[in-house]
Structures are given as structure tokens and as C-alpha cells.
């Protein structure tokens, strides 16, 4: 059974950065993708970075596109997602996810079947 924990979330000023963690237990060793989804109150999730472990592949809104990155660790149980250069409209909750989805649907947050409780990213200006 896989299960995620994110950590690292905070109040920041605009500008700023912040490094978001989730540690897996239960992942296979290849053939997943872990996430990264962001949701404020009354929208939906919100697509942010992805990380295929085939290939090591990563994937990004085009909102957060050379301010944040997403990588794992050489232990491969930890990812994690920098975030640098925080707007006002980078505050939301941030979820991460794992799941099989194909490439096109990458992108989509019902093809993830595990998710992590979240932690708040607030941003002020």
C-alpha cells in the first residue's frame, strides 16, 4: 500500500522560496509517477510538476515553468518540489500524488490513486 507525507509548507513573503517534501513508502521500484497538485478553496486541483521514474522525466504547468523544480532522491522514497520566486498566486494547499497514468494524461488529477494530506503554502505580497 502506497502513502505519501508532504512537509515543508509556510507563510513567505513574494520572492521568496520554499522546498516542499513527500516521502513515499510502497512505491514499486519504476513504472510510477509521483505529482505535484496545488488547490484553493472553491477550484479544482490544479496540475503543478510531475516525476516519471522511467526515465526520470519531469513535466510542468506552465504557471510554475523555471520557478519551481521537481526531483527525488538518490534513496528514490523522498521528492521534492523547490519552489523559488513565490507569487501571491502560488498560495494554495499542495498535494502530492503517485499513480500509472500515460503521458497524456499526466497532467489530470483523477488518474492519481494515492494522495497525501497536503500542507499549506501561503504567500503574501
Known amino acids: 500500500q502506497v502513502q505519501l507525507v508532504e512537509s515543508g509548507g509556510g507563510l513567505v513573503q513574494a520572492g521568496a522560496s520554499l522546498r516542499l517534501s513527500c516521502v513515499a513508502s510502497g512505491l514499486s521500484n519504476s513504472g510510477y509517477t509521483v505529482a505535484w497538485f496545488r488547490q484553493t478553496p472553491g477550484k479544482e486541483r490544479e496540475f503543478v510538476a510531475a516525476f516519471r521514474s522511467n526515465g526520470g522525466y519531469t513535466y510542468y504547468a506552465d504557471s510554475v515553468k523555471g520557478r519551481f523544480t521537481v526531483s527525488r532522491d538518490n534513496a528514490k522514497s523522498t521528492f521534492a518540489l523547490q519552489m523559488n520566486s513565490l507569487k501571491p498566486e502560488d498560495t494554495a494547499r499542495y498535494y502530492c500524488?503517485?499513480?500509472?497514468?500515460?503521458?497524456?494524461?499526466?497532467?489530470?488529477?483523477?488518474?492519481?490513486?494515492?494522495w497525501g494530506q497536503g500542507t499549506q503554502v501561503t504567500v503574501s505580497s
Open positions: 500524488a503517485a499513480g500509472v497514468p500515460i503521458l497524456s494524461a499526466i497532467r489530470s488529477a483523477p488518474v492519481y490513486r494515492t
